[in-house]
């Protein structure tokens, strides 16, 4: 007998998984993944061992108790569901149910990919997936900001036989098997993207037919584009003219995808990065084009008709000041470690009355935590995935039973129980409002969005609307801090002793979950001993890690990955400018032996 499910996991891939007497294995009947699955699933999530037991006040209680506690704290006068990405399965809100009933708050916003979509919904009106199967047509395939190998290991087989462009400050793997590689400046891949399109002006390669019918605002974008000074820009970005000649010769009249990360985005300025990116794409005449486009996080519930949604109060996911509300639930989720600037999170969070963490496993939020309840793991219960990297959703079976936990449904319903309320439909009607909405293609299902050729009637929701180009750029942080420095560096001979701190993802982690990280990757010219203890500051905050070595990173940056203890010690409470999204690499840190 197999059961079929996927992996819940927040990552690109979205993995088909098949269970045959106990065994885990990837579904190979399935067109996502490559016949293997990650270590995470085989390895990291064995190894880390979950919470078996409800707490209150760290005793441990039986779940009638810790539910009892939970719905007593939930009669108070104020309360707040703050959700993370622990598991991408659409069941995961129906929680919302309850708090739109209690007259509850919710958040809005991101810690993710916000900044970047929101400049996509700019330009294109709709944030639609661009299907595997068109990228696997492209002659030319540009990763930026985009560490492939480690976070969207299953879109390898997708790139072979590829001219493959990298963009990226650190030597990824990928960037190393590259046919042209760019060592960027942090921060800079808006100047890049606008750069590279007045070059496509100036040699007159753009696709006017394309553009006439689609993004007829081009001759203003053109004008835009001109107000950028090539030299000083070029110099600023770390390349020059030559190197830019490579890029295009890749770019020019060819089937081209920018398999664009969550790395070129972390940052204030990330919604008009991407809106760039799509205007170069456009400007080439990407759009609506086998084998041509852009692939971001796409919005995964796209033409669902999302049986959660509720008209709660909302308030800002990665600025949630916490101590606003009586009760506060945190449910698949590590804000103490996982949003900017945890020296505040951390005070928010203890000056909640009672703050209830409903999750998986241990971690820098349930250690704070009045109420602690265990969930059930995504093999334990039913549910629904969509996915941001592909156009697939798998119904979700259980795989198997455990004794440990409460599903989000039962969670729910006992909460509605408890109060009396009625409306809450079964399980299997929720589950079913999602996977009849679904395309099918034989037995395969597909997201309602859907598109072969995503833009090919045009942009917005209904299609038929134009592309629309940037006309403004305001940038205080690079005015002040960093491009007066560059403008002025002949005359002023100081250097900016400061690294820029990137946080990527961890082959060993998802985010927070499996194997934390207490090390910093540096260049070996920047001074450091391999092993060596050193404290990195920031504005807001400090930690001490140890040392790696490592000459793949570009000089003036340092790399602590996002599942390092304590890195969001260092991180901004920022949103960006677009998108409500945190600002994790607007942020630049010292170095103390
Ligand atoms: N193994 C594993 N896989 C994961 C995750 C995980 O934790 N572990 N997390 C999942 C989640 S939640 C997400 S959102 C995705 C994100 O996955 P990705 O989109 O790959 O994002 P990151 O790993 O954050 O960073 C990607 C790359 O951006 C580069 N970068 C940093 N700053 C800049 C910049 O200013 N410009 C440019 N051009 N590049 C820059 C980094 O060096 C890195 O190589 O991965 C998912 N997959
Ligand atoms: N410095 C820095 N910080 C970052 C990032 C970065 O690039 N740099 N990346 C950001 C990004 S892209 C993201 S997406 C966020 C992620 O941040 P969070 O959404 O906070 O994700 P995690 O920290 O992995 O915590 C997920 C928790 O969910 C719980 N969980 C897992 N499965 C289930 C389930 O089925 N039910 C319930 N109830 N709980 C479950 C687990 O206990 C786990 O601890 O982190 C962000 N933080
Ligand atoms: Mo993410």
Redesign the pocket.
Known sequence: MQTKTACAL?CYDACAIVVEKGKVKADTSNPIGNGALCALVNKYMDETPRITTPRIEGKEVSLDEAMKAVHDAFMKKTSLLWR????MGVM?EVSNLFIERINGTLTYGS??DGAGEAGILEGRGVNRNLPLEQIQKADTVVIWGRNITVTNAHMMPYLEGKNIVVIDPVKTAIAKKADFYLQIQPRTDYYLAIMLARFIYMEDSQDIEWLEENASEYEAFYEFTQEHRIKAILSYIGTDLGEMGQILHFLRHQKVVFLVG?GVQ?YTTGSYTLQAIDALASLLGLFGKEGCGVHYLSTSKLGFDNPFEVGCKKISKPLASFSDFDTVLI?????A??MPNSVGVTKELEAVDTLIY????E?ETSKRAKIVIP????FEKEDVLLSYGHQYVRKMHKVRESDIGIS?YDFTKNLFDAFGLEGLEEESYYIDAWIKQCKQENDILLSPAHQDIPYADGFGIEGGDEFVFIEEYEDDFINTKQFTKVRTSKKNKEEDKRFWLL?PKSPKS????YRRDNKVYLHPDIGYKEGENIKLISEYGSIQLEVKLNEDIRRNCIVVP?NTIG??NL?PPISSQEGES?C?QEVKVEIQK
């Open positions: 927040d993370g990405s622990g598991n995961q810690l993710c969550a972390k449910q698949g989720g590590n804000p470690a996982s409903f999750g998986l496993y971690n969930a059930k793991h995504f989000e946080s998802l985010n927070t979950q996002s890195i969001n991180t945190a994790y």
